[in-house]
């Protein structure tokens, strides 16, 4: 976490007496709070509340999965917004830094969801490093596009498998919550769980 970029609002919060907020107001400086149960899980459930009055495109994420040994050479997962304000996996590789081939129209397009703005929003994702999964609800709705299995046959990974040799091995080691990339934000974060079972958003 950097000092001065999160505090506690009562005002406005999210689902309760209080909300945690981000102000982000430097361009390509990330600012992230680890969740902190979620190491010591080889697979599990995280959930969190999250509102951003602004649209956002392009080179900006929101969440960072930190991998320890696999073959992603150590690299973090992010999830990103493209710039059409769809939310795709991007790892930080230099070879795959752009938005997968998948998602440029079509039924591949609509696997995947836009970035919400101006609407509170639920998201809760799973990964699991002994089997190699990923996936994410938003509003306790899976999103297909964003699900990560190892299978070319299912899903929309292929050019995420095709630039790993065919499979990702996941070890998830961190997951953090915050904003990273381009533009400045402001957010709120509220009511995140960890559980090695489906939370909901209710």
């Not at 390509?28 to 190491?39: I, L």
């Not at 697979?43 to 073959?71: A, C, D, I, K, T």
């Not at 799973?126 to 089997?131: E, G, M």
């Not at 709705?141 to 292929?158: A, M």
Request: contains cysteine; negative net charge.
């Amino acid at each position: 976490m950097n000092p001065g970029d999160f505090r506690v609002v009562a005002s406005g919060a999210l689902k309760g007496s209080a909300s945690l907020e981000l102000r982000k107001t430097s361009a390509f400086w990330g600012s992230w709070f680890d969740v902190e149960a979620a190491p010591a899980l080889e697979s599990g459930y995280v959930r969190f509340h999250f509102h951003s009055p602004q649209s956002h495109s392009g080179l900006n994420f929101f969440m960072v999965l930190e991998n320890g040994s696999s073959n992603l050479d150590s690299q973090s997962i992010r999830l990103r917004i493209h710039d059409s304000g769809a939310i795709f996996w991007n790892p930080e590789n230099p070879g795959d830094t752009a938005a997968p081939d998948v998602y440029a129209g079509g039924a591949q397009a609509a696997s995947t969801v836009k970035f919400p703005a101006g609407q509170l929003t639920c998201f809760e994702f799973f990964y699991d490093n002994a089997n190699d999964v990923i996936q994410l609800w938003m509003n306790d709705n899976e999103v297909p596009g964003l699900t990560i299995d190892n299978d070319p046959g299912t899903g929309f990974d292929q050019r995420l498998l095709g630039a790993y040799g065919g499979f990702v091995n996941f070890d998830i080691r961190k997951v953090r919550l915050g904003w990273g990339g381009s533009a400045n934000a402001t957010i709120l974060f509220d009511d995140i769980a960890v559980s090695q079972t489906r939370i909901g958003c209710n």
